[in-house]
């Protein structure tokens, strides 16, 4: 009998399956680490559009009847829907503030919001805390 030398066909199928699978593998972790990345950097973008509102409903002040709105922003990596309300407290010195960001992601969506609550201070009651009258 004649000895072989080399590699046979069946152990080059068998490290082509290995090596694809690996392979397979890695691509598909490239992608979950994407779609992470991608997912972080538009929740971030919404964070960022949250507070730049939250932020403006502050230094505007007093409000004696609700007020809501809303507007849609073009982001870097998609569209953000911001809507907000403002709801006064008529039992306390603070009105309520909320700040909500929703866009799609692959058919659903996602939500960040924010809640806060700012100290009633209308031109009046501004002029009598710097006299030092209420």
Request: proline share 1%; charged share 15%.
């Amino acid at each position: 009998m004649r000895k072989q030398s080399g590699i046979s066909l069946i152990e080059q199928l068998i490290t082509i399956v290995v090596t694809s699978i690996a392979v397979l593998g890695v691509a598909k972790f490239q992608t979950t680490m994407f779609d992470a990345e991608l997912n972080s950097k538009q929740r971030a973008e919404a964070i960022s559009l949250a507070q730049q509102k939250l932020e403006t409903l502050r230094s505007t002040g007093y409000v004696a009847e609700p007020v809501t709105g809303q507007d849609a922003t073009q982001g870097m990596t998609t569209k953000f829907l911001r809507s907000w309300t403002v709801t006064p407290d008529t039992t306390s010195m603070y009105d309520t503030l909320s700040v909500t960001v929703t866009w799609s992601v692959r058919g659903s969506d996602s939500i960040v919001n924010f809640n806060s609550r700012v100290a009633k201070v209308s031109q009046t009651n501004s002029a009598l805390l710097m006299l030092g009258q209420l």
